[in-house]
């Protein structure tokens, strides 16, 4: 279920407009992984946010999407799950710092491919500020939705690590299937291919993110 919620929030964001800054969303799905690492255990979390990245690529996005989607969540929950267990932070604040680093994952992963590091971290400042008050957003939300869950004494999963081994398949799982298609996407890449531009349609300049 949690799952289905998170495909449903990341389509209502992809219909919400641009704000004219590539990189800069509301990252409403991470509120889900904050309610995983704080109700429910941290293995959950992963499979969460491996499942999402897959899925959402398949129906929403491409490969590409899958690769940033990935890293930025991979980076994001680590730094998540390493505040709520070694630093005890509050969810809001943790939901900041998951909003943040989401975006050096993203910045990391597009200086790797597009090799133009000076270009992309110019968006860098402003995406980690972006995501400090979108992290605010979830965060909120979460604990909202989570201090009304223990007012209800709904029974939750906390601390368990029967899990570990399915996360550890999953992440090697989806780690196979980015290798392959970024495998793929390098090969088409590098062959030869002639271009034929309008000269009265603008082009979009190539060094910058696509995510």
């Known amino acids: 279920?949690?799952?289905?919620?998170?495909?449903?929030?990341?389509?209502?964001?992809?219909?919400?407009?641009?704000p004219g800054v590539p990189g800069i969303k509301l990252g409403l799905s991470n509120s889900v992984?904050?309610?995983?690492?704080?109700?429910?255990?941290?293995?959950?979390?992963?499979?969460?946010?491996?499942?999402?990245?897959?899925l959402s690529g398949?129906?929403?996005?491409?490969?590409?999407?899958?690769?940033?989607?990935?890293?930025g969540g991979l980076v994001s929950l680590t730094v998540m799950v390493l505040c709520r267990t070694v630093f005890r932070l509050h969810p809001v604040?943790?939901?900041?710092a998951g909003g943040m680093f989401h975006n050096v994952g993203q910045v990391a992963i597009a200086i790797l491919?597009?090799?133009?590091?000076?270009a992309i971290l110019g968006y860098l400042g402003l995406l980690m500020l972006t995501g400090l008050?979108?992290?605010?957003?979830?965060?909120?939300?979460?604990?909202?939705?989570?201090?009304?869950?223990?007012?209800?004494?709904?029974p939750t999963r906390t601390g368990s690590s029967s899990g570990i081994a399915v996360t550890l398949i999953a992440l090697v799982c989806v780690l196979a299937a980015l290798a392959f298609a970024w495998?793929?996407?390098?090969?088409?890449?590098?062959?030869?291919?002639?271009i034929l531009t309008d000269p009265q349609v603008t082009v979009q300049d190539a060094s910058a993110p696509p995510f």
Do not use: W
């Open 58 to 71: 398949v129906l929403f996005g491409g490969v590409t999407t899958m690769i940033y989607a990935f890293s």
């Open 93 to 96: 604040v943790v939901s900041m």
């Open 113 to 118: 491919i597009l090799h133009t590091p000076s």
């Open 133 to 154: 008050g979108c992290g605010l957003l979830t965060g909120l939300a979460a604990n909202q939705v989570m201090h009304h869950m223990k007012s209800l004494h709904i």
């Open 183 to 194: 495998h793929n996407m390098v090969r088409i890449s590098s062959q030869p291919v002639e």
């Open 1 to 18: 279920m949690l799952l289905a919620v998170m495909l449903v929030l990341g389509y209502i964001e992809s219909m919400l407009p641009s």
């Open 33 to 54: 992984l904050i309610f995983a690492v704080y109700m429910l255990d941290i293995p959950t979390a992963y499979i969460l946010m491996s499942l999402k990245v897959v």
